[in-house]
């Protein structure tokens, strides 16, 4: 597996997650990195993303002033805080990678749940 996520989990809406995806065999790291998330019965759709120089980052309105993404390139790691989340912020979020973030052609990694009580 060459992106892995981890760190989901149950959390009361107000609460705060940090996710973490890692590019186990160092493929990605001139490639944009992204999250997405999928609830059940919905389409997948794009959360944020970050290009290649780790410095220009994109938001789903929605997520704006509470997600924050970054990447680590020397560790291969890109990461998503999330704050103050909402229960509509319950997902399956998947990291992915793609080469021109146009996100036509990604390359999805593996998923994290996310569950936020009310």
């Known amino acids: 597996v060459q992106l892995q996520a981890s760190g989901g989990g149950l959390v009361q809406a107000g609460g705060s997650l940090r996710l973490s995806c890692a590019d186990s065999?160092?493929?990605?790291?001139?490639?944009?990195l992204g999250w997405f998330r999928q609830a059940p019965g919905m389409e997948r759709e794009f959360v944020a993303a970050i290009g290649w120089n780790s410095v220009d980052t994109y938001y789903k309105d929605s997520v704006k002033g509470r997600f924050t993404i970054s990447r680590d390139k020397s560790r291969n790691m890109v990461y998503l805080q999330m704050n103050s989340l909402k229960p509509e912020d319950t997902a399956v979020y998947y990291c992915?990678?793609?080469?021109?973030?146009?996100?036509?052609?990604?390359?999805w990694g593996q998923g994290t749940q996310v569950t936020v009580s009310s």
């Open positions: 992915a990678a793609d080469a021109d973030l146009s996100w036509s052609h990604p390359y």
């Open positions: 065999e160092r493929v990605f790291g001139d490639w944009a």
